[in-house]
């Protein structure tokens, strides 16, 4: 699943290019997850302006409103000066006068929707629950501290809800705790201010790396989808079961959390 960094790698790759053009074509492949909600046509010759992110939702300004788009489970975008002929898994082409952005999606769980504004309509409501970009400045220990301590639940679950802090999916969330020393189970209400303060900082790190990571892989792989692979290559508890721990020589420990596997160090990570 495309996460955070897969996503912003993304929208690096295309924003400066595709910024300014106008659009002159747009085609419909199989239906997404929520329907494009205005006629496509009405589209047509409006300008693309400044790609931003939000979460894992790309936005991308019109003249009147923009898309709102997500990769879903499997989605990828690419955006190229010749576009080739679509396949059967291109479910979305926005031609401009400066390439085609394409969706790519086999198990269309992505979505392209239009929004009259990122704080009105369809954008505000599947953005509304979202919590803080990992990267604002405002993103500190002690916020974390003060959302957590209205938390029930374990601290990889929090982190993994995306409700106080977007970005840490699986396996960022593994290593992100990892790092910070703290262990998966430990009650989000429990976690000290200065535990906080190394939590936040390590969920950046970790991102940090994956973005850095995600700029060399790109240019490998025809999409983001090679992207957390390779970060798993320098994963330092998350798909390591068994093996020593790199800090301690402990066992790596592997454990179930609302269906999703999570590992780390029994030694280096303490409730
Ligand atoms: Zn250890």
């Given at each position: 699943m495309p996460e955070l960094p897969e996503v912003e790698v993304t929208r690096q790759s295309f924003a400066e290019r595709i910024r300014g053009s106008r659009v002159t074509a747009v085609r419909l492949g199989k239906p997404l997850r929520w329907p494009l909600g205005c006629e496509a046509k009405s589209l047509v010759g409006q300008t693309v302006g400044e790609v931003a992110r939000r979460g894992k939702y790309l936005w991308l300004p019109l003249d009147a409103g923009g898309l709102l788009l997500h990769l879903g489970m499997s989605g990828s975008l690419a955006f190229m000066a010749q576009a080739r002929a679509h396949g059967a898994h291109d479910h979305f082409d926005l031609v401009t006068t400066r390439g085609t952005l394409r969706l790519t999606d086999p198990r269309r769980f992505g979505a392209v929707v239009w929004s009259p504004g990122l704080q009105h309509g369809m954008a505000a409501k599947l953005l509304a629950g979202l919590g803080i970009e990992p990267f604002d400045a405002a993103f500190t220990g002690e916020h974390l501290h003060a959302a957590l301590r209205r938390r029930r639940v374990a601290i990889k679950l929090a982190l993994l809800s995306?409700?106080?802090?977007?970005?840490?999916?699986n396996i960022y969330a593994c290593e992100a705790l990892f790092l910070a020393g703290?262990?998966?189970?430990?009650?989000?209400?429990?976690?000290s201010r200065p535990r906080c303060t190394a939590l936040a900082a390590a969920l950046r790190q970790t991102l940090g790396q994956a973005l850095e990571l995600g700029g060399s892989t790109l240019r490998n792989f025809?999409?983001?989808?090679g992207m957390s692979g390779a970060f798993q290559q320098h994963a330092r508890v998350y798909g390591r079961e068994g093996e020593p721990c790199l800090v301690c020589g402990t066992a790596i420990r592997r454990i179930v959390q609302a269906q999703r596997s999570t590992f780390f160090c029994p030694h280096c990570q303490r409730r």
């Open positions: 995306g409700s106080i802090v977007v970005g840490a999916g703290i262990d998966p189970r430990t009650r989000s209400e429990r976690l025809r999409d983001a989808h």
